[in-house]
T-cell receptor
Framework: KQEVTQIPAALSVPEGENLVLNCSFT??????LQWFRQDPGKGLTSLLL?????REQTSGRLNASLDKSSGRSTLYIAASQPGDSATYLC??????????FGQGTTLQVKP | EPEVTQTPSHQVTQMGQEVILRCVPI?????FYWYRQILGQKVEFLVS????????KSEIFDDQFSVERPDGSNFTLKIRSTKLEDSAMYFC???????????FGQGTRLTVV
């Protein structure tokens, strides 16, 4: 059974710092990996999708990497801003489109 | 920009009542999903729907739950007889194929009292 784990559970950094969020999964037979952002009480906003054949994806200050064989992904946020404060969720996608989520990393960026 | 819309944003219901949560997926999408997130817990898959039938469901999705695409635009989740433990945020998602990027709605917060 696929399990997704995210470390750390919470992170607090000063503005401007670069940071890395980690995601690991137990079954490497995934099709895609997707990173989401969730603001308190709100929906899920897709940030990046990495296909299983890809190693990384970039969007603005965000860079996500995928090492399928070791069951790991990282989300790198450059030059963090207070507006980046949110919970970041990692989800792996099966061949049917089902997403299995980690519990998230709650990020606070202090001005 | 196309988006998935869900209504209502918040629903309070009494235990034992039936509720219907509504979703309008992105118009050209063919695959539809429901997920739920109990407060403080992971987002969990409930069901996927394609070509007017359930393609996959989790063990959470028991006989109390049903899904329907009553017309060309809506996708609904019905809970027949709500329990306290059904209180959660329910998210609808859609995609144009599977597997691929899924787009989520803003969620419906269901509170069962």
């Amino acid at each position: 059974k696929q399990e997704v784990t995210q470390i750390p559970a919470a992170l607090s950094v000063p503005e401007g710092e670069n940071l890395v969020l980690n995601c690991s999964f137990t079954d490497s037979a995934i099709y895609n990996l997707q990173w989401f952002r969730q603001d308190p009480g709100k929906g899920l906003t897709s940030l990046l999708l990495i296909q299983s054949s890809q190693r990384e994806q970039t969007s603005g200050r965000l860079n996500a990497s995928l090492d399928k064989s070791s069951g790991r992904s990282t989300l790198y946020i450059a030059a963090s801003q207070p507006g980046d404060s949110a919970t970041y969720l990692c989800a792996v996608e099966s061949n049917t489109g089902k997403l299995i989520f980690g519990q998230g990393t709650t990020l606070q960026v202090k001005p | 920009e196309p988006e998935v819309t869900q209504t209502p944003s918040h629903q309070v219901t009494q235990m034992g009542q039936e509720v219907i949560l509504r979703c309008v997926p992105i118009s050209n999408h063919l695959y539809f999903y429901w997920y739920r997130q109990i407060l403080g817990q992971k987002v969990e898959f409930l069901v996927s729907f394609y070509n007017n039938e359930i393609s996959e469901k989790s063990e959470i999705f028991d006989d109390q739950f049903s899904v329907e695409r009553p017309d060309g635009s809506n996708f609904t989740l019905k809970i027949r007889s709500t329990k306290l433990e059904d209180s959660a945020m329910y998210f609808c998602a859609s995609s144009d194929e599977a597997p691929t990027e899924a787009f989520f709605g803003q969620g419906t917060r269901l509170t069962v009292v």
